[in-house]
């Protein structure tokens, strides 16, 4: 403290995690704030308050999105009548019980199940955990609707809470582009984009995975949406746009969505050279006419970095392009202004000559 001129200020009430580079992270800047169950409950209601017009689309969607909705290290999906809870800092981890209590009170939920079995709890010294938190144990697969089809999840085992929640507004995007294509879906998952092309008019779907257990649910969610079996290849996407690129095959349109590629500034040059590697193949594998959706989540990656990224794989694939839509996380994985690390989600949809 400087001797004398110090005056001790209220800055906000922060979370403090001791072992991790984010030292405090911010729950309130409002002094007279009480950090306890009743906080918490009227920070989970109003979130969830806030994304009621998705109601009208879907029965599932993301209900706190950490700092964006004030509550830092919290992530809450909901799936039906299922909420999966995902703790990564210390400070959330501190309130699991009010956290729990607050999403079982919400309507119409019978179970929350939590999956902090994340990668940054490390960061915190926290250990990964999984499992039941209140109600009802969900079953293996919990189907949700969205925009009229339907999926099944597997929010205990899945990527992330089980399903790419962030990507609504481009699988509607997706819609309006796939009418009489052959349809590439890469880094596919459980093959949401290859349901909507598939049941949009898409003359033939092709999936690509790494993971065998995700496209065999891939493949579950064309047959319950009544679309016919598509192609799923099991194998590490950059070989296989090479292989495809050897074999001749062509497509008219290809997603391309690959996996968080950039974790951190180090391995920034690293990552920016995989996404330039994908999207040239990808370009070199689409017909004259054809649509590149390409996504990059890597919060590191600026929305303007991305495009760069795109015009340079465009350039060195001699195909001419323009962008005619981008795409970002849905509205239910809010941007905070004042936290602009919140945004991390960017797709390119490219139209090649
Ligand atoms: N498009 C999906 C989400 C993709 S998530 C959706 O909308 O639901 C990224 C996916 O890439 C994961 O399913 C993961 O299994 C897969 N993946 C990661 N590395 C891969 C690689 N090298 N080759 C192929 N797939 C990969």
Redesign the pocket.
Known sequence: MLEGSATLRFLGWAAYSPSSKIRARVWSFDETDVIDGAFIATRVAESAARRRSLAARTDACRLVFSESDGLPGVIADRYGPFVVLELTSVGADRWRGELTAAFAALDGVAGVFERSDVEVRDRESLERRTGLLHGEDPPEHVEITEDGLRYAVDLRAG?KTGF?LD?RESRLALARLVDGRRVLNV????G??GVVASSHGATEVTQ????AP?LALAARNLEINGCAPSAMTV????SELRRLRAAGQRFDLIVL???KLAHHTKGLDRATRAYKDANLVAAQLLNPGGVLVTFSCSGLVSEDLFQKVVAGAMLDARRDARIVGRLHQASDHPVHLAVPETAYLKGLVCELS
């Open positions: 990527h790419y990507q880094f596919a998952f459980t949401a984009f690509v995975d790494s993971s995700a194998a590490d996407a950059f969505d690959p996996p």
